[in-house]
């Protein structure tokens, strides 16, 4: 059984219907990546998985329990947390209190400091500025809070939406690296990317989304060497 | 002379200060203008009223009461008035809110009739003498109570994790969801706490000035809602200054200018903040960073 499992899922935004009927596996410990161009419907996915917009029609199974009728808030404290498109950790809050709010659906009180220990290492920087107001943080120091955020919640899966976007390159492989390790440390990431390259360069498997129809799907080393994705998506003729 | 204008000024700013809390508060997490909160204040005066004058109880027993029974109205509002426009647009919400406000006043009207009862004062305790000055007891209360109120809300706030719950959710609705946080149920309870500070902001005000008919919550929530503007709407310590300012320009212009032009003065200073610094005092305007 697969960690999380997407079946026929469609999504209207407004009037518009954003996702068509799409079908999608992450199965537990891979790093998925869901690629595509502005508008294709990653982020209108990512939504629907993490329950802040309805399904028209389809299901999300998620551990073995079918997620369609569960409130977003709920989804997690069932072990999915997402990292949203524009970091939007809280302006005005300090960064240790965003990382908190983070644990928000925890109650074990010594779990939960020893996880933000565990992201203090992870993020040294987050550290030295605990106690800065996170508005005042770099672009990339955001999106390691919003990262940092998310695994204070101690996710099975994390739903990474457009981390690399107004970062410099630099930032953008760093970026990359901590997703990686996080993966390695135990945690499934599903990762939507503008940036095809660097998604596929270190996921297992991908999946290419236009304008809301999965049209193409593999490894990501095939989709790599795939002619139409190079032509597509990774800038290359 | 002055001084006790400019103190029995601070505890009508401060019963203002306690009624702009709940707007603020409200208009920070729904993201709503909630214009029945000052027709709360009314029904925590009859609460009062007919707890301790019609059933002979207590002084406690009336406030508890009317705190408790505001509590659960600002529940009961949200829940059936707001809560099912929360993906309408604000305009729908505002005219609600008025619908709210009228409902209130004339169910008001319908159970204890047009006529203003006379309200017995909860508070006993003497007029203190300040050099030459007196100081009712009720204006000590008042000050009192609401600097005691103010600090617990903030200790609430910055310290608990409902309290967490509640800036993140004013800040951003959504990223909050992800984390975690139940949405209705924060706006749920900040309709509970600014409905019950306004059932304190009321009996202080029927002890004040002894009165309380139909349209009494009108006027004091228009004012607030001139305190919670002024100081910046959205922002608790605000509401706070704006509330005292208010109440102190008011009863210093019933003193020495005219005490029927001290609420024409209120409005201007409504007019002047909207013309000159539609943020108000404390108001943010927020940068978004890419």
Redesign the interface.
Same mark, same amino acid.
């Given at each position: 059984m697969a960690l999380l499992e997407i079946k026929d899922m469609e999504v209207s935004y407004g009037f518009i219907r954003a996702i068509k009927g799409i079908s999608f596996k992450v199965e537990k410990g891979e790093i998925i990546a869901l690629i595509g161009a502005n508008g294709a419907g990653k982020t209108t996915t990512l939504h629907a998985l993490s329950g802040l917009i309805p399904l028209d029609a389809g299901s999300i199974t998620f551990n073995e329990q079918d997620l369609t009728k569960i409130p977003a808030h709920e989804r997690v404290a069932m072990g999915m947390a997402q990292v949203p498109e524009g970091r939007r950790v809280f302006q005005q809050l300090t960064v240790q209190k965003n990382l908190m709010l983070g644990a928000y659906s925890r109650k074990d009180q010594s779990g939960i400091a020893e996880n933000l220990d565990e992201v203090f290492t992870r993020f040294p920087r987050l550290k030295e500025r605990r106690n800065q107001i996170a508005g005042t943080l770099s672009g990339g120091e955001q999106q390691m809070l919003a990262m940092g955020r998310a695994l204070m919640s101690k996710p099975d899966i994390m739903l990474l939406d457009e981390p690399s976007m107004g970062l410099s390159p630099i930032l953008v492989s760093e970026i990359f690296d901590i997703i990686k390790h996080i993966n390695e440390s135990g945690t499934t990431v599903l990762l939507v990317e503008q940036n095809a390259k660097k998604a596929l360069s270190i996921a297992n498997r991908a999946y290419v989304l236009e304008t809301g129809n999965i049209i193409l799907s593999g490894k990501a080393e095939d989709l790599m060497n795939d002619d139409s994705v190079r032509k597509a998506y990774l800038g290359e003729s | 002379m002055f001084i006790s204008y400019l103190l029995s000024g601070v505890s009508l700013g401060a019963i203002y200060a306690l009624i702009a809390l709940g707007y603020t508060m409200v208009y920070g997490i729904a993201k709503m203008l909630n214009f029945a909160h000052g027709d709360v204040i009314m029904v925590g005066g009859y609460v009062a009223f007919t707890l301790s004058v019609t059933l002979g109880g207590s002084a406690w027993v009336a406030i508890i009461g009317s705190i408790v029974f505001c509590t659960l109205v600002g529940i009961v509002i949200e829940k059936v008035a707001y809560k099912p426009l929360r993906s309408a647009s604000k305009l729908a919400v505002l005219i609600t809110a008025i619908g709210v406000s009228y409902f209130l006043q004339n169910l008001a009207l319908l159970i204890f009739g047009s006529n203003s009862r006379n309200f017995q004062s909860l508070v006993s305790i003497p007029v203190i003498s300040i050099g030459q000055a007196t100081v009712p007891g009720e204006t000590i209360v008042t000050i009192g109570v609401s600097i005691l109120i103010v600090i617990g809300l903030m200790l609430f706030i910055n310290k608990s994790?409902s309290g !967490? !719950?509640m #800036? !993140?959710v004013s %800040?951003?609705r *959504? @990223? @909050? %969801? #992800?984390? *975690?946080?139940?949405?209705n149920k924060t706006i749920s309870l900040t309709f509970a706490i600014g409905s019950g500070l306004a059932a304190i902001a009321g009996i202080l005000m029927c002890s004040q000035y002894p009165m309380i008919g139909p349209y009494t919550g009108q006027m004091p929530g228009i004012k607030a809602f001139i305190a919670a503007v002024f100081g910046g709407i959205g922002s608790i310590p605000g509401a706070m200054i704006g509330g005292v300012v208010i109440g102190i320009i008011e009863n210093l212009s019933k003193a020495y200018i005219s005490s029927q032009l001290s609420d024409a003065i209120t409005f201007v200073i409504l007019i002047l903040t909207l013309v000159i610094k539609p943020t108000g005092l404390f108001g943010?305007k #927020?940068?978004e960073?890419?």
């Open positions: - | 994790k !967490a !719950a #800036l !993140a %800040e951003d *959504g @990223a @909050a %969801e #992800l984390m *975690g946080i139940n949405v943010k #927020l940068k960073k890419v």
